[in-house]
Structure formats: C-alpha cells, structure tokens
C-alpha cells in the first residue's frame, strides 16, 4: 500500500527541504509537492507530521557488541590493557547474563532512538536468535580471531559454521551476513587472507578493529608496550603475527569498514581514503577505554558514527554518541560537525556497509525516522545542531514502509 507522508522538514543527501512530501510502500517511490503526490496516488492516505518535525532516514549504528549488553559497571576504563583484562576476568560472567530478553532490550532502546538498521559483531553466535527477530536491519558481523597458527584452521571452520547460519535467515528477517575480522594483532594473517577474500568473493560486508589504542601500536611496530606482557603471558607469544602494512595492504580494493583507527597516522589514513575504505567512529568507547580522539578533522577518509557495545558504553543511542563527539571535537566549526556527524548516521553509515538505506531519495527503503524539535528553528543551518542538541528518541518509526509502535 502506498502512503505519503509530508514533514515540516525532509533531510535528504542534498540536505533539508521544506513543503516535499515522501510517497512510499516498502520503498521510496517518490518525493514532490504534496499536491502533486495527490494528484498520482490519489488513493493513498497522507500523513501530516505538523510543524517543527523532521524525517530523517532511520539511524544506522554500524558498530556494536550485543553479547556484551550485560555490563553496566564490571568493566575497568581509563586504560585500554586494563579495559581488556578486566573483559576476559568477566566475560564468562557477562556474555551469559546477555540473554535473549537483555539484548532485545538493548535492540529496543535503539528503536525508540530512531536506529532502525545496526552492525553486530558477534564473537560467539549467541545474538543470532534476537538479531532474527527484532524489526530493524542487522548486518551480521560473523568474527574471526585467533593468532595461534595451531589453531587457525579449528577457528576458521567454526566462523564458517556461524556464517552459514547467518546465511540460512528468511528475507524478512532482514539479516545480512557480513565479515569482521578482530584485529590486525588478534588474527593470524592466513584467516585474515582467506575471511577476505571469501568477503570479495561473495560481495559480504567486511569489517576490522584497527589501530585502536597506543598500545596495539607499540606491539606492532615494536614488539613492545603495554601489549608485551599480555601477549607473552595469555597467548605465550613475543612477537606480532603481521605489520600494519601488511594487514592494511589485505584489504585492498575491496572496500571495507576499520573501526576506530584513532592511532592511525596520515599516511594510513590516506591510504583508507584512496582504496574507498570508511572509518567507523566511535568517541565515547574511544575516550572511556583511554584509545584518544580520532582526527575527524581529516575529512578525506568518509565516516560512519557508531556506538561501539555496552561493555564500553553507556547507552548505544546515536544521538547520546553525536553529543559526545560535538564536544570531543571542540576545535571543528560547529555546525559543519553537526552536519557531518548526521551523514555519518545516515547515508555514510549505509554505504560502509554496503547498505542501499541511509537515504531518503526515490528507490531507497522506506526506513524513517521522525523527530520534533522543541521549537521552530528560524536558521536552517542551525537543523542538524538543533536535532543533536534536543532530540532523546525519536517520535515514528517506519522501517520498510512499516510502522512499528513505540510504547
Ligand atoms: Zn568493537
């Protein structure tokens, strides 16, 4: 069944417009004048959302940890080595109280934020089941980690079994089965070299931890730091499995989305820019594990904006995150950042997974999110500042045309 919906203010690639109505069935079919949307679906109902409301497409957190939903305050920050100790002292605590009830929760509050698509990273496969039922879009991030060469051909073929799965869902679960390779200091390079080229070979989304903290670094460049003795007493290794180079180079040509790369130098970054990688963003995991900031000022490699899980957060709503990063990056003019950073929700978070959504343009799903501003806002420039600012959840959500109740 076709709709239209006409909001005071449509945020589309090309910016807001005023006075454009969305006609829609389970994909955009149309933006025009109301009237003349009429006048072709005459038949269609149409939704006025009223004054000071803005449709954006729904969020997409491109990066997030369901099975770690449990923790609220068992992990260590300040200290990425202490963070990640105080992660395997827990975890076999954690991941179990992360049941099927707790992580439809979380799903939940992302929906009531206006999230209607994210990226899971699952380590363990224990997240399909909800991932399967919840409404939004999931792209299922099937992890492989492991450095042990022992071990490197039982791990592959347990992240193809998890795969496979992935792979088996209907349609309308909306699961799409995707790569995430740990890290470039966790996984051994032959699993990197065979994960990334099964990713080519069948067009997955792929995705990697990349140059998170100093400390990964100094072990990759020197064989050194915080990440020594952690190396030589969990996995009795002294030295790294690869070089920066030499991981980055796996990923050429196929575009691919590094999470974090706060530690990244220019040169690196512009390497990503040129093989059409994205970075995904995430300053508050970023600042609580002591990772730094990453230079955002750099605007040649496109960014996707993502919570990161709950074990280095505390809530994973996008607009919670593009408040953190407005004062983060305190140097950076305000309303381009805000501006940037609601690309990097939408039509950026999208195409660094290889999504067609993010976007309300004619052909796109009809994922929407409507928010209300508290006030009209008389600059238009000041909309993507205002949306950040003011808005907690979001009023409606549509998700392939449907709209799904929010009590
Ligand atoms: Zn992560």
């Given at each position: 069944m076709t709709t239209i919906i006409l909001p005071d203010y449509l945020y589309t690639p090309e910016g807001y417009l005023r006075e454009k109505a969305v006609a829609f069935d389970d994909r955009i079919l149309t933006i025009d004048t109301p009237e003349r949307l009429r006048e072709k679906y005459p038949e269609a109902p149409l939704i006025d959302?009223?004054?000071?409301s803005i449709l954006y497409p729904g969020f997409i957190n491109v990066h997030t940890h369901?099975?770690?939903?449990?923790?609220?305050?068992?992990l260590e920050y300040g200290d990425f080595l202490r963070w990640l100790e105080s992660v395997i002292r827990e975890r076999d605590t954690l991941v179990p109280q992360a049941d099927n009830a707790l992580m439809e929760a979380a799903c939940r509050q992302m929906l009531h934020c206006g999230i209607t698509g994210f990226g899971a990273v699952s380590?363990?496969?224990?997240d399909l089941e909800v991932c399967r039922r919840v409404p939004q879009r999931v792209t299922y991030f099937n992890e492989i980690i492991g450095s042990n060469p022992a071990t490197v051909d039982m791990l592959y073929q347990d992240f193809l079994q998890r795969l496979d799965a992935s792979r088996?869902?209907?349609?309308?679960?909306?699961i799409t089965p995707a790569v995430a390779i740990h890290a470039p200091h966790s996984t051994h390079p032959a699993m990197v070299r065979r994960a990334v080229a099964l990713a080519r070979e069948e067009q997955l989304p792929l995705s990697a931890h990349f140059l998170e903290s100093p400390a990964e670094r100094q072990w990759l460049e020197e064989?050194?730091?915080?990440?020594k003795p952690f190396f030589e007493n969990y996995?009795?290794?002294?030295?790294?499995?690869?070089t920066i180079e030499a991981f980055l180079s796996q990923f050429d040509g196929y575009p691919s989305l590094f999470v974090h790369?706060?530690?990244?130098t220019e040169e690196e970054r512009g390497h990503l820019a040129k093989q059409g990688h994205h970075v995904a963003h995430c300053p508050r995991s970023n600042r609580l594990l002591g990772c730094g900031r990453y230079p955002?000022?750099?605007?040649r490699v496109p960014v996707a904006l993502a919570t990161d899980g709950l074990s280095s957060n505390w809530s994973l709503s996008l607009f919670d995150e593009m408040r953190a990063a407005l004062m983060l990056h305190y140097r950076a003019p305000l309303q381009e950042l805000a501006d940037l950073l609601l690309r990097a929700v939408t039509l950026e978070a999208a195409r660094s997974i290889r999504s067609e959504a993010g976007r309300i343009e004619?052909?796109?799903?009809?994922d929407f999110a409507l928010i209300r501003l508290p006030q009209p806002c008389?600059?238009?420039?000041d909309l993507a500042l205002q949306t950040i600012l003011h808005?907690?959840?979001?009023?409606r959500v549509w998700i392939a045309g449907e709209e799904l109740p929010l009590e």
């Amino acid at each position: 069944m076709t709709t239209i919906i006409l909001p005071d203010y449509l945020y589309t690639p090309e910016g807001y417009l005023r006075e454009k109505a969305v006609a829609f069935d389970d994909r955009i079919l149309t933006i025009d004048t109301p009237e003349r949307l009429r006048e072709k679906y005459p038949e269609a109902p149409l939704i006025d959302t009223g004054s000071d409301s803005i449709l954006y497409p729904g969020f997409i957190n491109v990066h997030t940890h369901l099975e770690y939903s449990a923790n609220r305050t068992r992990l260590e920050y300040g200290d990425f080595l202490r963070w990640l100790e105080s992660v395997i002292r827990e975890r076999d605590t954690l991941v179990p109280q992360a049941d099927n009830a707790l992580m439809e929760a979380a799903c939940r509050q992302m929906l009531h934020c206006g999230i209607t698509g994210f990226g899971a990273v699952s380590t363990f496969g224990t997240d399909l089941e909800v991932c399967r039922r919840v409404p939004q879009r999931v792209t299922y991030f099937n992890e492989i980690i492991g450095s042990n060469p022992a071990t490197v051909d039982m791990l592959y073929q347990d992240f193809l079994q998890r795969l496979d799965a992935s792979r088996s869902c209907s349609p309308e679960e909306r699961i799409t089965p995707a790569v995430a390779i740990h890290a470039p200091h966790s996984t051994h390079p032959a699993m990197v070299r065979r994960a990334v080229a099964l990713a080519r070979e069948e067009q997955l989304p792929l995705s990697a931890h990349f140059l998170e903290s100093p400390a990964e670094r100094q072990w990759l460049e020197e064989a050194a730091g915080d990440f020594k003795p952690f190396f030589e007493n969990y996995l009795k290794s002294d030295r790294p499995v690869t070089t920066i180079e030499a991981f980055l180079s796996q990923f050429d040509g196929y575009p691919s989305l590094f999470v974090h790369a706060v530690q990244t130098t220019e040169e690196e970054r512009g390497h990503l820019a040129k093989q059409g990688h994205h970075v995904a963003h995430c300053p508050r995991s970023n600042r609580l594990l002591g990772c730094g900031r990453y230079p955002l000022e750099d605007r040649r490699v496109p960014v996707a904006l993502a919570t990161d899980g709950l074990s280095s957060n505390w809530s994973l709503s996008l607009f919670d995150e593009m408040r953190a990063a407005l004062m983060l990056h305190y140097r950076a003019p305000l309303q381009e950042l805000a501006d940037l950073l609601l690309r990097a929700v939408t039509l950026e978070a999208a195409r660094s997974i290889r999504s067609e959504a993010g976007r309300i343009e004619a052909g796109a799903p009809a994922d929407f999110a409507l928010i209300r501003l508290p006030q009209p806002c008389p600059r238009e420039e000041d909309l993507a500042l205002q949306t950040i600012l003011h808005t907690h959840q979001a009023e409606r959500v549509w998700i392939a045309g449907e709209e799904l109740p929010l009590e």
